[in-house]
């Protein structure tokens, strides 16, 4: 495997959510993370959060996906060294613990749409995420 890779002008911008309810996500999302209100259409919404853009998008008949045990692309968000009350504020705005909690440095929660994501303590040196 490739220690590092020259990608050209291919570069992560965005991450998609199918969900049911584009404006409650990203509402979700705002009010965790910050950022801003980039576009709102029936379709999807844009929510600019430090470091990428996130795009709930409306998907007719969406089902959640299972935790654990189905494939699936999730969140990792950051708190520092702090881990309740972060966890308390996703709580707060419509998220709900996942059963089950694999391991006690991070806590895995699914958003108001059923997609997982965690908060974690842990997080690799500013200097990796550098580009």
Not at 91 to 100: C, E, I, Q, V
Not at 104 to 117: E, K, Q, Y
């Amino acid at each position: 495997m490739s220690v590092s890779a020259s990608p050209g002008d291919v570069r992560l911008v965005g991450v998609s959510l199918d969900c049911g309810d584009p404006a409650q996500l990203a509402e979700f999302y705002l009010q965790l993370l910050g950022g801003r209100l980039v576009w709102s259409r029936p379709t999807s919404v844009g929510v600019q959060v430090p470091g990428l853009l996130l795009i709930p998008q409306r998907v007719d008949n969406y089902r959640p996906p299972l935790w654990p045990g189905a494939s699936i692309v999730h969140l990792d968000l950051t708190a520092g060294d702090q881990l309740d009350e972060p966890v308390e504020r996703a709580l707060d705005l419509g998220a709900t613990l996942a059963d089950p909690q694999p391991d006690s440095r991070w806590r895995v929660l699914l958003d108001p749409a059923g997609h997982p994501f965690c908060i974690t303590t842990v997080a690799p040196p500013p200097e990796l995420l550098a580009t």
